[in-house]
């Protein structure tokens, strides 16, 4: 592919992704670029409503139950706790002994005591059994996204999503949510005794807390775009230093550090800033709450005083009538902070919502119906061709910006976003137990037909076959069993050398990942290690050489022996005694099998049953070695160069 077309990132699942730049992760946010050119854009996504906030709740319906009877009885404990204290102070004014009301009141404060406690257990474990549903959900959700999401979307962005946004779902439990229902039935039974016990100063009261709740909901309002901005911007904290960490040794050779450093200094400051918009608000609502609680109490006690020494009231109610306001106020305390809880898990839920409405690798298939399974089709019985390529034409989609062929990111004004082509009507065909090569200058498009092949993304038009059968009417699980795939630059997980083999071939045994790997030539890596297959490659393999990484990925490949190898740049990295003894373990496997090659030397292409030459997307030219070298211009002239290109 052309310079201008690696360096693209797709928006949609009809992107491609860029030869040259493997590894990038582009950005979404406010407009702004950082060392690496990246850009962002402002998406504010959609918000999250109560109703999509149920279903979290209601997956741990049994325990919420349980907690709602706890919180009934916490409350019925702690409406008789006044009247025993109305009770007690009655009986003592009449001199009479007290007898067992000492106790029972110890007992129902007791009572009250044990049940919070229990409650509060319930209500946190729930809460964390919330955050790891969420979690999970989430994370399935987003290793099935086409992988065009991945090209178009921040991968610091996303892990923030899984880790802070999804934790924000259990203060709608741990913040008095659930707990508001139970302090209902507190509030009505204490608004009850108090209509009996002192009508007048409960309707004085009553005129207080209107006007807080009124205050409260209002501001409250405010709060969850607050929320759901800080959020974003800890997301854009958190990519930043993703970005910089994950390309800390290019950071520092390029004495860039501390522009870094002030990039990622920029983001910090604006989550901060968001966070201190959030706190004003914040600060706003709890005044209004401990004002009105100190407001009833004082109103409570000047005009009970009044009354007490009118004898409109007794000294008894009157001290039964505050407990009970108390108890009142502390349910509306729980109220106003389940607003808060609220708002801020709705906040977050939209983030999550966000990455759980987008759709699945899998969903553009719905329509299609299975045309044969990938086993049948690539049965080495079949005459038909292994691969074939018929008048494919694809392209991608960039932001028409002063020919800016940067990512394109999810814009309202769709006239921004142009789409640019890659290949151009290419034809070819890969016989059974051929080895193929796909040779070009540097942006032909040749990994783009790799991950056709592969189905990360779909042609615009024509179609690819897999044995005379059209790849789209082929379940891509199925049809990736069947192809092995080595990318340029040849990615190693973190964990294990044995982790790392058995990703793609599960059931295979110590022997079988020793014996690959001795076929690779990595028997050096196994030796210097006393821990073996257990030895740690690093993350992202930095343990390894460049050429043992790639050797790693290759001998993964190798191990899962699938009908079909597409091997990209495969030797880029080796030495030339590496370099033949890998030919030598490709040549073993295989055997029998179908491989495409993108050749990176001319010893890669020279033994090739077939050779394709590329050339801005266009096939320029089909044939053996010695077939090209008089015929095409172009191949003569990379061949000249040892196809070092």
């Given amino acids: 592919m052309s310079s201008s077309t690696q360096s693209a990132r797709p928006a949609s699942t009809t992107g491609s992704t860029p030869e040259s730049a493997p590894g990038a992760t582009p950005t979404t946010g406010p407009a702004r670029r950082s060392l690496f050119g990246r850009r962002a854009a402002d998406d504010t996504g959609p918000r999250a409503s109560l109703s999509q906030l149920l279903p979290y709740l209601l997956e ?29 102070i009655s009986v003592v004014q009449d ?20 049940l919070a406690g229990y409650q509060h257990y319930l209500l946190q474990r729930t809460g964390e059994g919330v955050v790891l549903s969420s979690r999970r959900q989430l994370v399935a959700k ?13 991968v610091g962005d996303l892990v923030s999503r899984v880790g802070s946004d999804t934790t924000l779902l259990r203060a709608v439990l741990t913040q008095g949510v659930v707990e508001s229902v139970g302090g209902a039935l507190t509030f009505v039974g204490a608004l009850i005794a108090m209509a009996i016990l002192d009508p007048v100063l409960l309707l004085l009261t009553l005129l207080v807390v209107a006007i807080a709740v009124v205050t409260v909901v209002t501001m409250s309002a ?3 775009p607050a929320i759901r901005e800080g959020q974003k911007k800890v997301g854009d904290l958190a990519a930043a230093v993703e970005r910089s960490i994950s390309a800390i040794r290019t950071v520092r050779a390029a004495n860039a550090t501390d522009r870094e450093v002030d990039a990622i200094n920029r983001d910090a400051e604006g989550a901060w800033l968001q966070g201190i918009k959030v706190a004003r608000i914040s600060a706003l609502i709890t005044p209004v709450a401990i004002v009105a609680m100190q407001v009833s109490f004082l109103v409570v006690l000047g005009v009970g005083g009044y009354r007490v020494a009118s004898g409109a009231t007794s000294v008894a109610n009157l001290v039964a009538f505050i407990l009970f306001l108390f108890l009142m106020i502390m ?37 299609i119906a299975p045309l044969a399974d ?31 062929s940067r990512p394109a990111v999810p814009a309202a004004d769709s006239a921004a976003i142009v789409r640019q082509p890659v290949l151009h009507g290419v034809s070819f065909t890969v016989p059974r137990g051929s080895r193929t090569a796909l040779v070009g200058p540097s942006g032909a498009g040749k990994s783009t037909i790799l991950s056709l092949i592969e189905r990360f993304y779909d042609a615009d038009s024509g179609s690819i076959r897999l044995g005379g059968v059209d790849i789209r009417g082929i379940d891509r699980v199925a049809l990736r069993s069947q192809i092995g795939y080595v990318e340029q630059d040849a990615p190693v997980l973190a964990g294990s050398l044995r ?19 001795h076929r690779v030539n990595l028997a050096e890596v196994l030796e210097r290690d006393p821990a073996g297959l257990d030895a740690q490659v690093g993350e992202d393999g930095i343990m390894l050489s460049g050429g043992e990484r790639q050797r790693l990925a290759i001998a993964r490949t190798l191990l899962s022996a699938p009908p079909i190898l597409l091997l990209d740049e495969s030797t880029s990295s080796l030495d030339g005694l590496n370099e033949q003894m890998l030919r030598e373990a490709i040549d073993a496997v295989a055997t029998g099998r179908t491989l495409i090659v993108i050749a990176h030397r001319l010893s890669t292409v020279v033994d090739s049953d077939s050779i394709v030459v590329l050339d801005h997307g266009r096939v320029v030219g089909v044939g053996t070695h010695s077939e090209l070298v008089t015929t095409v211009p172009l191949y003569r002239e990379l061949a000249k160069h040892q196809l070092l290109v």
Avoid: K
């Avoid at 305390?333 to 709705?346: E, M, T, Y």
């Fill in 331 to 367: 349910p509306l305390g729980q109220f106003f902070g389940a607003i808060n809880a609220v708002n801020q898990a709705l906040g977050a839920l939209g983030r999550i919502q966000e990455v759980l409405a987008l759709p699945d690798e899998s969903d553009a298939d719905r329509g």
């Fill in 60 to 88: 741990h319906r049994r325990v919420m139950v349980l907690v709602l009877i706890l919180s009934i009885f916490g409350s019925l404990s702690s409406l008789a706790q006044p009247l025993l204290v109305s009770n007690v």
């Fill in 499 to 517: 982790d790392n083999l058995l990703l793609a071939s599960p059931e295979a045994t110590d022997a079988d990942c020793i014996d690959v790997l």
């Fill in 142 to 154: 987003m290793l099935h996204l086409p992988i065009a999401e991945f090209d178009t979307r921040r």
């Fill in 95 to 114: 001199g009479q002994p007290l007898g067992g009301l000492v106790w029972l009141l110890v007992a129902f404060v007791v009572l009250a005591g044990i």
């Fill in 222 to 224: 405010r709060i969850r």
């Fill in 374 to 404: 990938a086993a049948t089709v690539a049965d080495a019985r079949s005459s038909a061709p292994a691969i074939e390529f018929v008048d494919i034409r694809f392209g991608y989609d960039t932001l028409a910006e002063q020919g800016d």
